[in-house]
């Protein structure tokens, strides 16, 4: 069975920093783009960073740019985000998730591109 298990979420001060971390079962995805994503409630789904299968290449929206950094290890089957600088707007259900377009030497942006994702893990950031 496929899984993607997120971990490392949490309640924070604004200001504070939080690791997010995705471990990967059932199969390897160490061929495959990774993404982070996240959902607000009342919101959509919205694609945070991602990363090819090399890690030599990744993307960010604007609002997380400078503060948050996705990377991955592929010997680990892990995917990691590290958020810094947090603030209230971050507050989501963060969710880990593999695009299926493998060795992609471009970092995949797209919801609908993605296939298999986690369960979520909560942020919660205070002002």
């Known amino acids: 069975q496929v899984q993607l298990v997120e971990s490392g979420g949490g309640l924070v001060q604004a200001g504070g920093s939080l690791r997010l971390s995705c471990a990967a079962s059932g199969r390897t995805f160490r061929r495959n783009p990774m993404g982070w994503f996240r959902q607000a409630p009342g919101k959509e789904r919205e694609f945070v960073a991602g990363?090819?299968?090399?890690?030599?290449?990744?993307y960010y929206v604007d609002p997380v740019k400078g503060r948050f950094t996705i990377s991955r290890d592929n010997a680990k089957n892990m995917v990691y985000l590290q958020m810094n600088s947090l603030k209230p707007e971050d507050t989501a259900v963060y969710y880990c998730?593999?695009?299926?377009?493998?060795?992609?030497?471009?970092?995949?942006?797209?919801?609908?591109?993605?296939?298999?994702w986690g369960q979520g893990t909560q942020v919660t950031v205070s002002s």
């Open positions: 998730a593999a695009s299926r377009h493998i060795l992609s030497a471009v970092v995949v942006t797209t919801l609908d591109e993605y296939d298999y």
């Open positions: 990363i090819i299968w090399s890690g030599y290449s990744t």
